[in-house]
DNA sequence: TCCATACTTCGATGATAGACGAAATGATTT
DNA sequence: AAATCATTTCGTCTATCATCGAAGTATGGA
């Protein structure tokens, strides 16, 4: 269920259930522990009970977790169709990784919009502008409380990809363009044709 | 017996088991099944068994999970003197951490020792040459299987130390020329006066 | 008003974890 | 050779976990 949430869309209990392949009893069990754990929240809607993980450090323990399990736990995954759309392009709790996530912070890098330092990413002065032109309002942005640009380390890349604030806001802005499409239960991601176009042109990306 | 484990130093069943305060035949239960979990490997010498985390990658996930567990949880630890002195200075599996650690990075940074691209830290010429001085063969660092450089998350900080190939060397180097002593029983560091003297000289570092 | 749906609570069950005493194994010291 | 020490193996006990059926409580729709 954890793992499931890893996408940051926050999910219903019965959903959740699903995922893990337990009855609801069982999953409203365990999701009751993760609430009072505080690795959870959970927002009640009408009959509905939205589950997410309450931050973007819980995430990256999952993912530091997922990077050491041993092979054979993990085979089931491995093997399977889903894990290979998983490598290619997957949401992490609520910003783009995977192949093209590494890729994109590689390339927002290489052109120039942002740049690190000490382990940290800052935004240049143009990247600010090309932000702005992307249609993100940076200052809106920066107004949040969490951190602006997070260094995320990527499981399946064993590089980083772009998350905090700014992770954040682009998935979203690239999701509203049309570039990427999530799939049904699971936190896989498919490029539009759109989209190709897009990271085409914007980042010099090839997407396959 | 992991969190024991963090700073590198192989241990033995008995001085974990003292250490997590169980009986040497409940720590043997345990440490069997984190070898064969791929944790942690062990090392036969003589009578005594010795046993070290498998990879920095371990030391990273048991760092991030310690990051998120919440406070009522590490109290015990965190009320205590032996607290107070992981978060001055402490080692990370095998590179430095704590206040000292990432002041230790941010220096270098500052100094243009290292830069940072992506998320990823690389070593710049003139910090070629400073290491070179300061008795580190880089070029022998490169040669080895893991990442020259890794951004770490500290815990108690919240901001990265530098971890991976040239984390490790440095720490010995640092070792090796007195600066620091390590603790007994536990992961914390004491800088000697010899030390206190170096970090502001070769780094303009004020340690307490 | 009645029923379906989403979820939780309660209670029971079987499996397992964590712990340690006792005893065995192997290495080191005396 | 005997004693000591580090560790493991075995057996056993207790507590806890994961699970689900049954029943209960909201919510939303017909």
Redesign the interface.
């Known amino acids: 269920m954890l793992i499931s949430l890893l996408d940051g869309r926050p999910q219903t209990a019965t959903e959740l259930a699903r995922h893990a392949q337990i009855t609801p009893q069982t999953a409203s069990a365990h999701l009751s522990k993760l609430v009072s754990?505080?690795?959870i929240t959970k927002e009640v809607q009408g009959r509905y009970r939205y589950f997410r993980l309450i931050n973007p450090?819980?995430a990256?323990?999952i993912e530091?977790?997922i990077?050491?399990s041993?092979p054979s736990q993990v085979r089931s995954l491995r093997d399977s169709d889903e894990e290979q759309s998983l490598r290619k392009g997957r949401t992490c709790y609520d910003h783009l990784a995977g192949k093209l996530g590494t890729e994109l912070?590689?390339a927002?890098?290489d052109k120039g919009y942002?740049?690190?330092?000490?382990?940290?990413?800052n935004l240049t002065d143009h990247g600010l502008k090309f932000f702005t032109d992307f249609g993100i309002d940076i200052a809106k942005v920066r107004l949040r409380r969490r951190k602006f640009i997070h260094?995320c380390?990527d499981w399946s890349e064993r590089?980083?990809?772009i998350g905090g604030a700014l992770g954040a806001a682009l998935l979203d802005r690239i999701t509203e363009l049309g570039w990427i499409e999530k799939r049904p239960f699971n936190r896989a991601i498919r490029v539009t044709a759109e989209g190709k176009k897009g990271f085409h042109k914007n980042f010099n990306l090839l997407v396959d």
């Not at 942002?114 to 990413?121: C, H, K, L």
Request: proline residues 7%.
């Open positions: 754990g505080n690795l450090n819980v990256h323990a530091s977790l990077a050491i041993s912070a590689k927002l890098h942002i740049e690190s330092s000490a382990g940290d990413y260094p380390l590089t980083p990809h």
